[in-house]
């Protein structure tokens, strides 16, 4: 049968370090505790890269450790009535009033106190890497109010204690064994730490533990944290982040919910292909979004069609901003002469109802109204019947269905005028698709990939109405996915007041590997962890970290035989 194939190819202990088959470790022993601990008091220590954590329990004599504490209160006392310095008087005091609080808990509340013993072993693939992981896990004891040391000439004996074997050494137990009151046991990582399951939803993979990530994000469980069923999905080119979001809006679609993409990759064209969804392409390939159509609002009441068109110029103008955004105060006065004559021409007034309206204006129609001023005629000319009259002068879009992906690949090549005016036409047009899920009573998952395209500081206003989108949405029973790369983007000091809402108001964040730039953003953001930031940075592809409410979870993202057939066509 050979090597038993558990037992590593070599082992090596030394005094302070060992060789444990292709990894160098250490093995630590936690041989010293503050007087008081918070909840999930190891749980950093865990967390920790390169680091297994063992805690041996073993039931312990409540009479040993009140004679103990006894004598520290006496102890205390004596150096009081003594005198000293107001520093060291201070901790005495502080002292002798923790040993008196834990006297009372075990013996007034006949609290059961166990024997714990807490090891750690540190591995890593040389040992200079082990050694800087030591020192990092020593100075993380030293924040938490703890002593970690290696076990000097015990490295075998605390390697059995580390290991999955249930043995506690009696050299070890002697070394690092301390009595604990049961509330100070119970707030240890093993017992606060966990997935995120809400027993309901839509499963986005699993967690570390191998255990399913269960998620509700429409109605989550009451205390999840969760405020709106937003998602933000943050990573680098190729870790993943849109083989998520194809997997999420596949199982939202088998739940009920009607989406929506805006695809400037074309990554999901295969995909709408193979669930018969509806592929507009809306650089102008027979799938226009007319800028000028005014789409029925149904959750108003009969009073705000009065507004419709007001409402809708306002659009209109930071179109024409992003399209023309050289225009001068008289220019944008007799732009806005010509649409309202368009609207004219067709019967729309500020009392029309959009619904009854059967041909809209485009911006070929503007363009004629523009004769009293030739320069603004001019600027018009390639949007009526130049090189960008594919886009906008002619009829409009088929009709969305389901599954409806709003294809921009074709901007790329564009001048950034018109790339960042279409997408802000496509972004409204996806808007307006969402208010009316409302009215028919269903839920809208609205998927903007690639939205960094939105993030220039030269032509904010696209930027910020995702950012009214994404606080808004929630009332009109949508989901706003944002997925893209580059998030220093949003973070820009030109834009952080638009870009950084677009990021944060998502209750769900799932965050892929990330560039070194965007996790030192990420960092104060989200408020991430080392340990958490160390696991981003060497994430593989479709692992990520998963913020949903007050839970974060280590997620693997995964497809079930059937979801890879449709992801891979």
């Not at 997997?247 to 989406?259: D, M, P, Q």
């Not at 023309?324 to 729309?348: F, I, K, S, T």
């Not at 879009?397 to 564009?414: I, Q, R």
Request: contains cysteine; negative net charge.
């Amino acid at each position: 049968m050979g090597l038993d194939p558990l037992c590593p190819p070599a082992l090596e202990f030394r005094s302070r370090d060992l060789t444990l088959g292709d990894a160098e470790a250490a093995a630590l022993l936690v041989f010293d505790y503050p007087p008081r601990v918070g909840p999930a008091w190891l749980s950093r220590l865990a967390a920790l890269p390169g680091v297994c954590l063992s805690v041996h329990l073993e039931p312990g004599d409540p009479l040993q450790l009140l004679s103990a504490l006894e004598r520290s209160v006496g102890e205390y006392g004596a150096r009081l009535a003594a005198g000293g310095g107001a520093l060291a008087e201070g901790r005495w005091r502080q002292g002798q009033e923790d040993a008196r609080a834990l006297l009372c808990a075990i013996d007034r509340d006949g609290q059961r106190v166990f024997r714990a013993a807490v090891v750690l072993l540190v591995a890593a693939p040389d040992g200079a890497e082990r050694d800087r992981l030591v020192r990092h896990v020593e100075a993380a004891c030293a924040a938490a109010g703890l002593r970690a040391r290696a076990a000097v000439f015990g490295q075998e004996q605390a390697l059995c204690a580390a290991g999955p074997w249930a043995l506690l050494p009696g050299d070890v137990a002697a070394a690092a064994a301390r009595e604990m009151p049961a509330e100070t046991v119970a707030a240890a990582f093993p017992w606060v730490d966990g997935g995120c399951n809400h027993g309901r939803g839509c499963i986005l993979g699993r967690d570390a533990a191998g255990g399913p990530v269960l998620l509700d994000r429409w109605d989550p469980p009451e205390g999840a944290g969760i405020a709106n069923a937003n998602l933000t999905l943050l990573g680098t080119s190729g870790g993943g982040k849109s083989f998520a979001a194809k997997v999420l809006l596949l199982r939202e679609l088998a739940l009920g919910a009607s989406v929506l993409v805006v695809d400037p990759e074309r990554e999901y064209r295969g995909l709408c292909a193979a669930l018969g969804g509806t592929w507009i392409n809306t650089a102008g390939a027979g799938g226009r979004v007319n800028p000028l159509q005014v789409r029925a609002a149904p959750e108003s009441g009969p009073g705000a069609r009065e507004s419709a068109l007001a409402a809708h110029l306002q659009r209109v103008r930071t179109f024409f901003s992003l399209y023309l955004p050289g225009l001068g105060a008289l220019q944008r006065a007799r732009l806005q002469e010509a649409l309202l004559a368009a609207y004219r021409d067709h019967g729309v007034g500020w009392r029309t109802d959009p619904g009854r309206v059967a041909a809209w204006p485009t911006l070929a129609e503007v363009y004629r109204h523009a004769a009293a001023d030739p320069e603004l005629r001019l600027l018009l000319r390639d949007a009526a019947e130049g090189a960008d009259a594919a886009l906008w002068a002619g009829p409009g879009a088929p009709a969305a269905g389901e599954f409806t992906v709003l294809d921009t690949h074709d901007l790329a090549d564009a001048a950034d005028p018109v790339r960042r005016a279409q997408y802000f036409n496509v972004l409204g047009y996806a808007w307006d698709l969402v208010r009316r899920g409302r009215a028919e009573g269903r839920r809208t998952l609205l998927v903007v990939d690639e939205a960094w395209l939105l993030a220039d500081p030269a032509t904010p206003e696209a930027l910020g109405f995702l950012r009214d989108l994404s606080k808004r949405i929630r009332k009109y029973g949508g989901s706003l996915v944002v997925v893209t790369q580059n998030a220093v983007d949003f973070l820009a000091p030109e834009l952080a007041r638009l870009g950084q809402p677009v990021l944060s108001n998502a209750s769900t964040k799932l965050l892929m590997r990330q560039e070194a730039k965007d996790l030192e953003a990420l960092r104060d953001l989200l408020r991430l962890s080392e340990a958490e930031c160390d696991l981003l940075a060497g994430a593989r592809r479709g692992e990520g970290l998963l913020l949903a409410g007050n839970r974060r979870v280590w997620t693997r993202v995964e497809a079930a035989e059937q979801e890879g057939r449709l992801l891979e066509g």
